[in-house]
């Protein structure tokens, strides 16, 4: 019955309406308008950010969400402690209850037929935004049930193979094949983008009887990804008015929508700077309670080696790979993990505005005001880089004496060989200082 009520929306009914039909207007002409267009109307169910009915899934996924609200509050506690045996006890007992309550109350048949049906094309199954809203359902209980217990421990992080509920495997290929991805982790558009409803509540919290300071530093953390894309969208709007007035040969309309990229990037980037402090995300708790969820760190062997996943990272923005690829920069992330965590409507826009980015185009005597604008644009993006870097450390920094030094993005960064902090996280910031380098 539900696949009665459910069309698939095609209007366009958001602030961004008047964007959106501009973008299509311009999507038969232009390759970066036709991506752009593309991922609004596929992963974005018809708006960017992605649209995603979390209150309204189909029913044979509703249990996923039942068991990941009532059983994350025991995930998390105040007291964690160094005795393995304990922690052991405390993962035990997290994976046994949902690998019996999933047991219990998913049908798999179910499951896999409705996402065999969205897959052949049928959308009468469930809609786009359903869609997305099971992904990212799926994602964090896939997460839920590697980690365990929050904050993450030794035990779990000292895993490389693990086995997942039969529940949580069956659903993820067909998702991951709909994204164009291949990692067993989830990544920054599930986990993160997609866990917020129409109203910009997050759904999938983690931390859920913990102290105030733990709530707001996971609260203000994952908003902050949801606003970058928020005030993204506009501007990717502008890179397609840049590109295809440059590409007319209107040069002064295309000066005039690249000064408006430069005045909202700053804007964009005061989200990033007001939040990424102690204050609104403490030092003290992000390390424990906030990042180890999004880490993943296991994998599998495969013709005889081992492949492991890593989790989520801010490299995995969507925004940040549109900027590089508008100014003609280089991309930040090789080519594999790209494909692992990056979805593929994602991908082919930044592709899309490389390809088209008019920076390299531009003549020194006639187009000096253009090239003076991008400067403006790398400028921002360089002291985002050096602000980043230098915010980033402490955060990673901080004790957690549960665990072994991991970043989510990363997994873990220590060997029995290593020498302290310094030396675990030095090829990180290596990373950072070297992409600083290249912003130019
Ligand atoms: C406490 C919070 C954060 C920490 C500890 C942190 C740490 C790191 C580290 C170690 C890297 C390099 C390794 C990697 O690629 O994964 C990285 C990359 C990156 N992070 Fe963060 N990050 C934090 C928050 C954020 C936020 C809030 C954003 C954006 C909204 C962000 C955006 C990026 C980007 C775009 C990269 C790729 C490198 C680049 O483009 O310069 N990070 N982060």
């Known amino acids: 019955l539900w696949a009665l009520r459910r069309p698939e929306k095609t209007q366009i009914n958001s602030k961004n309406s008047d964007k959106i039909r501009d973008i299509n207007k311009y999507a038969s002409r232009n390759e970066v308008a036709s ?16 649209r995603c ?42 994976r046994g209850s949902m690998s019996k309550l999933l047991a219990q109350r998913v049908n798999i048949p179910e499951v896999e037929a409705a996402l065999k049906r969205f897959e052949a094309g049928d959308r009468s199954a ?6 997305n809203a099971v992904y990212c359902c799926i994602a964090v209980c896939r997460h839920a049930y590697r980690w365990a217990t929050i904050p993450v421990v030794k035990q779990a992080q000292n895993e490389m ?15 991951q094949r709909h994204f164009g991805l291949t990692a067993e982790s989830g990544n920054n558009t599930a986990n993160v983008l997609l866990n917020f409803d ?15 300071l733990i709530k707001q530093a996971e609260d203000v953390f994952f908003r902050m990804f949801l606003d970058v894309e928020v005030s993204g969208f506009p501007i990717y709007h502008e890179m397609v008015l840049t590109i295809v007035a440059f590409e ?27 939040n990424m402090k102690d204050t609104r995300i403490s030092r003290t708790v992000w390390l424990s309670y906030v990042q180890g969820f999004q880490g993943w760190g296991v ?28 100014l003609g920069l280089g991309r930040y992330l090789p080519d594999e993990n790209m494909d692992r965590y990056i979805p593929v409507n994602q991908r ?59 970043t989510a993005g990363k997994s873990v960064l220590e060997t029995p060989q290593t020498k302290g902090f310094e030396d675990a996280y030095k090829p990180l910031d290596d990373m950072l200082a070297q992409r600083l380098e290249v912003t130019v």
């Open 299 to 326: 994998g599998r062997m495969v013709n005889g080696e081992f492949d492991k996943f890593d989790g989520l990272s801010g490299n995995h923005v969507l925004f940040f790979q549109a900027v590089d690829a508008f």
């Open 248 to 274: 007319q040969g209107r040069k002064e309309a295309s000066l005039k929508h690249l000064e408006s990229i430069t005045g909202q990037l700053r804007e964009l980037l005061a989200i990033f700077y007001n």
């Open 161 to 175: 193979v693990l086995d997942f509920p039969r529940e949580l495997d069956a659903p993820w290929p067909y998702l």
């Open 35 to 50: 991506a752009l267009s593309r991922l609004i109307s596929e992963d974005g169910a018809g708006d960017w950010p992605p």
């Open 53 to 94: 009915a979390h209150h309204d899934l189909p029913s044979c996924f509703q249990p996923y969400q039942d068991i990941y609200l009532e059983l994350i509050p025991n995930m998390s506690t105040a007291h964690p402690t160094l005795d393995d045996e304990a922690n052991g006890n405390r993962m035990a007992e997290f």
């Open 348 to 406: 082919n826009l930044c592709q899309a505005i490389k390809k088209h980015s008019i920076r390299d185009k531009l003549n020194d005597s006639e187009d000096s005001a253009l090239k003076q604008e991008f400067l403006k644009i790398v400028n921002h993006m360089k002291v985002f880089r050096a602000a980043h870097r230098t915010r980033a450390r402490p955060y990673l920094e901080h004790p957690a004496p549960e665990r072994l030094i991991m």
């Open 198 to 212: 129409e109203s910009g509540d997050r759904i999938y919290k983690i931390n859920i009887n913990m102290s105030d």
């Open 126 to 131: 469930f809609t786009r935004e359903a869609y």
